[in-house]
């Protein structure tokens, strides 16, 4: 069968002739469900929300509706509402195609949203190597003010809410929430510890913020247009909704392809929509959510249990690509970005190379992650250069439980995840490899064949 | 009386006050929970990640909000699948933590390994061995094998700070960030920071580099490594090898607690003693270099008369009989001396039918711990009933009186005369005795002049502005040539009264003290963290202190 994409976020992308500017956005109904969302109740469209169930598109995968509903209203502090576009996570590159190519559809999301829980002023944090898309939004918020959806008096409902556009850095720990509000309020990205600092009671400023995704904030007018109850009706009940899948790697046609929730199968996806493998080649291993998340050898099994206690076997490329179904299957759909390797990748190469990244964008705040990310680098980055040591998998191994939920925030979980399932899943490869090097002398310890990323 | 709480650390009930943090809830029921970036005087950090413990708080029907039971009856606690930071979790009613499970212990050796892997192993010359925390926690909790191969970071070492008061060795930084909070919150601005990322993190100096600042120094008292070490005591003396006597800045009113750290009568450190209701755990950079007076050139070292050097109790008859020859007798009293030799001086005042004056001493008051009366003991006059008004700051009442004849011998109790407003002249009208420590140009034109103990070489006790008596302990041995004031003042005692009672020892005078002296009453037992005085009957005296840590102007 064919999988069909159903597109929502992307509705215009790729359409011809369509540009970002805002005449273009408004003849396609633009800014409509804003205007209709400013006579509503607050309460009615934070209670949408709820209802659709959809999960935050950012990574963790917390209802959003949720998320709305914590939010202290009672401090009498202002509510901040901030857009996180700092799309860093290696593998993600959904958000960058709307706020480049859509930008008012973020405008209008954030305004809706803003307006639902009560909001005076947005920001936006963009990733600092956006630099277009910030131009980009720069201009499309100047745009959306002249025409009074942004600003005082939103099209003339006497609610105003502006919106600020905040570039990052280039630093991958700004994306996370309260890496980003610190970030924002102009401290060392520092992510901050929880319990007090929850967003939605000690946010930016101190004061209750929401802190939402782009694809989130994108969803808030299609939930408000076509109402909560639909929306949940979409993919599968427990993860309602489409995703955008960014597909990376060594497949034929990688992209981004937006499918309702568990409608296609991963071996559908990579086959189906992505054409397969290179010619005369196999995969090897996917990574499905951004790099932060487990990796799946190709050719596993998991026995997954059913709603009526039996135990099912099910094969990789059958695990249908929704949040729970991943979940189970002891990974998770994170930013939605599937990283395939093919049968030419050297794993530990591959491991490596993330490793270094981790390293790289560590904090420095606490000890786990600090010192474990770069000594687990220096581990994997000796194996490629050829100072292997048999006990190297066990000490990753071990390395990697030890950071793994002893640190502040997720970027320690983000660095361990891979490393455990890479070693336990691909030890052999790692043997292998360093059997190879203490075998040999001298340059024969390296691997000649094996291209390099780092 | 705080709230109490039931909590269960490791199987034991404890009652603790509502609001304490875990760390702070196991400490006072015997638990020790290592820790590095958790400091009781600065806020949360929660990085070291070292304090990780299971928390379990009762379990709860997620519908109906009722306690549910264990089939045994009891509560069901319900454990929190992550470890949580101890510093950051406030205790809460029926709270169960683990300290000592397998989860916790595996979590607290990765950490330590975790900051061992880029701090250098070289414990034998680090300044900090001894009473290093990392030292301590790695020997108690740790891995002793490093797993360690790959090369160490390496970071800049000796860097100077504030103007060379304090050396940083980046390298053995953990980054627990506590020097940068004791930047915002003691010194009151961003002296230090974080640059750079990841492992490779290190702490900075701003562009002020804070030297003049008068509490850059408390960032060292509170490393818990040898990264920040103070230059005045770098590679001077092993910690281990000195001992602690707790003593009491007197270096203004404020009444800062601190440790003489000593060796051989040798004084090597002051450090600040923590006193939650005087200086929390702070101090002054000023007040740590107090001991520096013991090997000045300015002590008075030997006992003179008229000039010429002589032994101390020749120096001493010389000076009962000066004293003795005239009926026009005057006292200089001193807030600097202790509440026991003030009672003395009163006594013998009152013996000898002596005049008394004082003279204050003030300067600007930082709002922190420098007050703007710069004596550790000016409260002690009050209650002592040796002054009943806030006196000036000279002395001119004194040369007025000596210039008319009404005083003709003056007996001086460490202060300056020379600065306070009296000229050579007066010195050859009256005949002038001075005890003290300083060798002041009073001392010089003395006719007697007497070498006395200095605050480190005596026991005692000061009350600070609060009104709270905090005692101070002998640290090292005065040197041979002085003698302590209350031995001084007995003599002065027993040859005017013809008596011979011996010299009283400071507990004995406390005892009488707290007998004749109604507020002074428990001063027989003083707390570590001092004694409040009811100050209520000095109440219309005007202080000069203004409002500081600690202290309201109007208490």
Known sequence: MAVQENRILYRHIDIPDWNASIECYEADGGY????????????????????????????AGFP???????LDRKSGKPIYLVCNADESEPG????????????????????????????????????????????????????????????????????????????GAGCYICGEETGLISSLAGKRAYPRIKPPYFPAVMGLYDCPTVVNNVKSLCYVPYIFKIGGEAVSKIGVPNDPGTYVWGVSGQVQKPGRYEIESGACTLGEMLYDVCGGPFAGRTFKAVIPGGSSMKILKWGEKFDIKQPDGSIKELRVED???????????????????????????????????????????????????????????????????????LEDPELLMSLADNVCGHTICAHGEGMAWPVQSNVAKFKDEYVAKISRQLAGEGEARLDKNSYRLI | MADLVNININGDDFQVPAGLNVIEAARISGVEIPHFCYHPNL??????????????????DRATGELLKNPDGSQKIAFMPKLAIACGTKVSEGMHVITDSEQVVKARQGVLEFILANHPLDCPICDKAGECKLQEYSQAFGN???????????????????????????????????????????????????????????????????????????????????????????????????????SVSTESSAGINTKVWSRSNK????????????????????????????DSA?????????????????????????????????????????????????????LTGSKIYAAAHLGEDDGKLISSDRTPNRRGLFITGIVSEYPKTDLKNLAGDIRSGAVESVMVCGEDLCALGLDEKDFKTANIVYCGVSDSETAQRAKVAIPTASVFEKSGIFVNRQFRAQAFEKAVDAPESAVCEISLFSKFMNAFAKSEFKTPSVYALRRLISSKIEILGGICEIPKTGLLLDGKKFAAVKFPESQALHFTKNE
Not at chain 1, 32 to 59: M, P, W
Not at chain 1, 344 to 371: I, K, W
Not at chain 2, 43 to 58: F, H, N, Y
Not at chain 2, 329 to 344: D, G, K, Y
């Open chain 1, 32 to 59: 409509q469900v804003l205007k209709d969302a400013l006579k509503r109740d607050r309460q009615e469209l934070c209670d949408e929300v709820l209802k659709s169930g959809i999960k935050g598109r950012g990574g």
């Open chain 2, 267 to 294: 004084v090597y450190r002051i450090t600040p003693r923590s006193n939650p209701f005087v200086n929390d755990a702070w101090s002054t950079d000023s007040s740590r270099y107090e001991y520096r007076v013991l």
């Open chain 2, 43 to 60: 806020p949360i950090a929660g990085s070291c990640r070292l304090c990780l413990v299971s928390i379990g708080t009762p379990a709860r």
């Open chain 2, 298 to 350: 300015m002590r008075l070292k030997t006992a003179r008369v008229d000039g010429t050097p002589c032994s101390t109790s020749y120096a001493v008859s010389r000076a009962v009989e000066v004293m003795a020859a005239s009926g026009r007798r005057a006292v200089v009293a001193s807030a600097r001396l202790s509440l026991e030799e003030q009672f003395m001086l009163k006594e013998f005042a009152d």
């Open chain 1, 319 to 389: 695990i249908p690509l929704s949040a729970p179904s991943l979940m189970s299957c002891g990974t998770a759909l994170g930013s939605a970005g599937i990283i395939v390797m093919d049968n030419t990748v050297d794993m530990v190469e591959a491991m490596a190379n993330l490793n270094a990244f981790y390293a790289h964008e560590s904090c420095g705040q606490c000890t786990p992650c600090r010192e474990g990310s770069l000594w687990i680098s220096k581990i994997t980055k000796r194996i490629c250069s050829g100072g292997g040591r």
């Open chain 2, 144 to 246: 002793c094998k490093s797993r360690f191969v790959e090369d160490k970071n390496v970071k800049p070492k000796k860097v100077s700070i504030g103007g060379g008061k304090v050396i940083l060795d980046a390298e053995r930084c953990i980054l627990c960030s506590r020097c940068i909070r004791t930047c915002r919150e003691v010194v009151g601005r961003d002296v230090l920071g974080f640059s750079k990322r990841g492992s490779r993190n290190e702490i900075s100096v701003y562009g002020d580099d804070g030297r003049d600042s008068n509490y850059l120094l408390n960032i060292v008292d509170g490393c818990p490594v040898g990264a920040l070490t103070e230059s005045a005591f770098r590679f001077k003396m092993r910690a281990w090898f000195l001992k602690v006597a707790n």
């Open chain 1, 92 to 167: 993600t590159c959904v958000d960058r195609e709307i706020i480049y190519k859509d930008p008012h559809q973020l405008i209008e999301g954030i305004m809706c949203a803003a307006f639902a829980i009560n909001a005076r002023q947005a920001f936006i944090y963009i990733r600092g190597e956006y630099i277009n898309g910030y131009r980009i939004l720069v201009e499309a918020v100047k745009e959306a003010r002249a025409k009074g959806y942004v600003g005082e008096n939103v099209c003339g409902s006497g609610y105003s809410c502006d919106i600020n556009i905040t570039r």
């Open chain 1, 64 to 70: 959003m509706g949720m998320k709305w509903k914590f």
